[in-house]
């Protein structure tokens, strides 16, 4: 929970709206809401949400499988496409390949770093 405090509290710091789910199921069920609530973008490029950090490791269904899931969505056009980081202490190369096939572009490793986090969000801006 240190790591999502700190996590959320870095990127109100840069001036993101930040929401937070408890598990990779209320992930997508909270993305889902959020996204039905939010008014219609009337210009290109609009986007209301600008990145999605999953914690890999999480209760009742970890980040793995919700990334896939929402990847899925975000496929098929239920979803608008939006970039997945995953967040975990493990980041070995079977870790960083696991990420990358459930969907997650990026990889950000726990405690996070200001300054890897910061060359991550250039890269999807």
Sequence with gaps: ?????GLKSILRSKNFDVSVAIN???AIEVLEELIQTLPVCSFIGCRRFTY???????PIMDGLEASRILTMKMKKDILPKIPIIGCSAFDSTDDLKKGKMSGMVAYLSKPVQIQTL???LKKFI
């Design 118 to 120: 910061d060359t991550i």
């Design 1 to 5: 929970e240190y790591n999502i405090l």
């Design 24 to 26: 990779g199921k209320n």
């Design 52 to 58: 999605i950090f999953m914690d890999v490791d999480m």
